[in-house]
């Protein structure tokens, strides 16, 4: 079992900027990989940005410029950066691990409970 625990949603005016963590602990494997989804109101969950256990990130075409997904230490603890936030980003975001196999199969996946996300215009 992996536990995923999620922080730094909250409400912000449209153009500014947000930080969120994600932090993995339990049965988290060397090889991972872990990020972030979205899901807004009468919408369905989507991916916003991962990030492998080696510091490789990908994007959403939606949040690229604009968001930064980073591993900014050794353990297994995510960020992303959210800047130029969008009324369209509001959603609840939900961190996501995926242990890996030395071959990137997956093996087990988890889920956090959600952060909200606010973005007023």
């Known amino acids: 079992q992996v536990q995923l625990v999620e922080s730094g949603g909250g409400v912000v005016q449209s153009g500014g900027s947000l930080t969120l963590s994600c932090s993995a602990s339990?049965?988290?494997?060397?090889?991972?990989?872990m990020g972030w989804y979205r899901q807004a109101d009468g919408k369905q969950r989507e991916l916003v940005a991962t990030?492998?256990?080696?510091?490789?990130?990908t994007y959403a075409d939606s949040v690229k410029g604009r968001f930064t997904i980073s591993r900014p230490g050794t353990e297994d603890t995510i960020q992303l950066q959210m800047n130029s936030l969008k009324p369209e980003d509001t959603a609840v975001y939900y961190c996501?691990?995926?242990?890996?196999?030395?071959?990137?199969?997956?093996?087990?996946?988890?889920w956090g409970y959600g952060t909200r996300v606010t973005v007023s215009s």
């Open positions: 996501n691990a995926k242990n890996r196999d030395p071959w990137n199969k997956t093996l087990d996946d988890f």
């Open positions: 339990g049965n988290i494997r060397n090889n991972n990989i």
């Open positions: 990030i492998t256990s080696y510091k490789y990130p």
